[in-house]
């Protein structure tokens, strides 16, 4: 033992602060419900009270977390709360939590099998038994043609699918040349924005990205998708690549994949497939046929970090041709080179996405699937559906308000009948009394509510608040 002085904290201390941590967080879920859903703060409320200046000398835990208390926590949004209704979850369990404690407490750096085999192969198995729980074709497997990587998003997983798509269409000449600004991409309108994040990141250039338009469902309507292919073809462009969608993030519309995945074949266009929220009802069999047609699909992607109670960032991202995506994304320099590596035996992670480095992530999802079971995660997601279906019939049979798109699953947009305007002071009202929180859209001019039942500890009781709410706020708004 050196007596050298240090500033670390010793291991006593980590083992009394880090059992407070734990009750901090099981009081904190226990207590919930107290807080406002949607925090009250205003612009530049929370950095007010924060110094200009960082500490010089040590702060106690108990200090930080004295902070923690009165500064922090009114500027949280409880996305944890159960009466959180609002965007698309982020939810998380216990032990996802312990699985990402886990996680930091090793500090593995995983960006190639030697800098951790457990890793990299507790990685590929968890996505293997994920590819089952979902029914996925064997060409997703890593024992097939294709595989399976964890991502931080789907944003960043529809980026990987976009650049191994223009690699692919260009023979890998555009990673050496840059791109000639021929290559269309094709989307719905109502395709997350990430996928035209992607195109300008990708290089292909706004320009060539094409909205296709919507049918009364909000799916993309393919006649319109065949249309402006052809239509590029004749003017000496080159289509690429399609992003389906299941479960779009404003209505849970869902593209027909099946339809989209034959046009894909016929102009050999790549097929990304987005369920973000809704890939994860995909592990109930009743609910698996949103995914028919995956089997035409050349990537699919869904974040248990949605709908899967893990923790925040944790998108699964499939791939039917590995070797696409490392042809893509590879890069050996001479200090990452090692024996493992060149063997050509083992998978290195760091060649399946944009960034080298990489947590312990599949941590969190090994522990979610394996505490819970199948049968558990497919319980809480059928409970979900169960309750925003029972939500969408109350709304059909309200005579002040109308469904405003079809609730395929936890997601029921609604709204009353009195217009725009009133729609918009009902969510304002709700949202600033602190009970619960919800979001809006916009459909066809028209402003929606969102109601999104899926976080962890949403019950029936709490669904049933909400619609009480919602019922007792349209009086007091009305008088
Ligand atoms: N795609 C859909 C359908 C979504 O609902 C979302 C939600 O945010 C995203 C993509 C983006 O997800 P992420 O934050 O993981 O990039």
């Given at each position: 033992m050196s007596n050298t002085k240090n500033f670390h904290m010793t291991s006593e201390e980590f083992r009394r602060q880090g059992k407070q941590m734990i009750d901090w967080i099981a009081d904190y879920y226990e207590t919930?419900?107290?807080?406002?859903?949607?925090?009250?703060m205003h612009p530049g409320e929370i950095s007010h009270q924060l110094p200009l200046d960082p500490p010089s000398e040590s702060e106690s835990m108990e200090q930080i977390m004295s902070d923690v208390n009165s500064i922090i926590m009114p500027g949280?949004?409880?996305?944890?709360?159960?009466?959180?209704?609002?965007?698309f979850p982020a939810n998380t369990s216990g032990p996802s939590i312990l699985g990402d404690l886990l996680s930091s407490g090793l500090g593995?750096?995983?960006?190639?099998?030697?800098?951790?085999p457990a890793c990299t192969e507790l990685e590929t198995r968890v996505l293997d038994w994920l590819a089952e729980m979902l029914q996925l074709?064997?060409?997703?497997?890593?024992?097939?043609?294709g595989g399976a990587v964890i991502q931080d998003t789907a944003s960043s997983a529809a980026l990987s699918a976009l650049l191994a798509a223009r690699e692919r269409k260009t023979n890998y000449q555009t990673n050496d040349?840059?791109?000639?600004?021929?290559l269309v991409a094709y989307i719905s309108e109502?395709?997350?924005s990430s996928v035209e994040k992607a195109v300008k990141i990708a290089g292909?250039?706004?320009?060539?990205l094409r909205l296709i338009g919507v049918d009364e469902k909000l799916a993309m309507r393919t006649d319109l998708l065949e249309k402006a292919i052809e239509q590029d073809l004749v003017n000496g462009l080159v289509p690429f690549f399609v992003c389906a969608t299941i479960?779009?993030?404003?209505?849970?519309a869902m593209d027909p994949l099946t339809e989209i995945g034959h046009i894909c074949q016929q102009y050999q266009l790549w097929l990304h497939i987005d369920a973000?929220?809704?890939?994860?009802?995909?592990?109930c069999p009743e609910y698996?046929?949103?995914?028919?047609?995956?089997?035409?699909?050349?990537s699919f992607s869904f974040n248990p970090?949605?709908?899967?109670?893990?923790?925040?960032d944790c998108n699964c991202f499939f791939i039917a041709d590995r070797s696409s995506l490392i042809k893509t994304l590879s890069i050996l320099p001479e200090y990452l080179k090692n024996q493992a590596t060149e063997s050509g035996?083992?998978?290195?992670?760091?060649?399946?996405?944009?960034?080298l480095g990489r947590r312990f992530r599949s941590l969190k999802l090994w522990f979610v699937i394996r505490n819970y079971g199948v049968n558990g995660l497919r319980h809480h997601i059928r409970e979900h559906v169960r309750l925003a279906q029972e939500f969408a019939g109350w709304i059909r049979t309200?005579?002040?308000?109308?469904?405003?798109?079809?609730?395929?699953?936890?997601l029921v947009c609604f709204a009353h009948k009195k217009g725009n305007d009133f729609n918009r002071k009902l969510l304002e009202t709700i949202n600033r009394e602190g009970k619960m929180y919800f979001t809006h859209t916009i459909i066809k001019d028209q402003f929606v509510l969102r109601m999104c039942i899926a976080q962890t500890h949403t019950q029936a009781q709490h669904v049933l608040q909400a619609w009480e709410t919602i019922i007792k706020t349209v009086s007091e708004l009305t008088i």
């Open positions: 919930v419900e107290k807080y406002p859903v949607l925090s009250q949280i949004t409880h996305w944890q709360s159960p009466s959180f209704f609002a965007y593995v750096q995983g960006m190639l099998w030697a800098t951790s074709p064997e060409k997703f497997k890593s024992t097939s043609t040349s840059g791109c000639l600004g021929n109502q395709t997350h292909i250039g706004r320009n060539n479960g779009t993030t404003s209505t849970n973000a929220m809704s890939g994860t009802a995909a592990i698996r046929f949103i995914l028919n047609g995956v089997e035409l699909a050349d970090h949605k709908w899967m109670f893990t923790n925040f035996a083992v998978i290195d992670y760091r060649d399946w996405h944009i960034q309200s005579n002040d308000f109308e469904l405003v798109a079809p609730a395929p699953l936890n």
